[in-house]
């Protein structure tokens, strides 16, 4: 995925506004430029999921396919690379943290990691009262 992303941003024009999705150049094979320096219009960017769905003969219900799945998509990665919320924020254009914070999910790597914490917790358990009665038996013996 990392990969695509970076193409993609190695065939923006220079001087492309800050926007993530621009327009294709249709002459992009005669010029070389892949994509003009002016985005994309709300309605363009509004059907890219249902777009590519079509495109792969993806068969879902209506509404699952759609540009928040993407945008809660990255959000993701990038939360679990840790990057910073706020260079979160500036990828997706979030406004404020909130936003974010939204899209957090417990991916596999942060459950095993709690369970395996849990685990522990429980031997420990486990293992203080098999002392605390090897303790007990002692101090019975001892007649205390």
Known sequence: MFMDINKYLSKRPSGAPENFYLQVNPLWRESGIWYKKTHCGVNRVGNFMKDIGKS????LPPGILMN???RKTVAQILQDADVPEDAIM???????VQGIRAY?????K?????????IHAIELSRS???VIQQ???LLTHLGC
């Open 56 to 59: 792969v003969k993806v068969d």
């Open 68 to 70: 928040y799945s993407g």
């Open 90 to 96: 500036e990828v997706t254009g979030h406004k404020s």
């Open 104 to 108: 957090k999910e417990v991916n596999e």
């Open 110 to 118: 942060q459950h095993l990691a709690a369970m395996n914490t849990l």
């Open 128 to 130: 203080s009262i098999l």
């Open 135 to 137: 303790i007990l038996i």
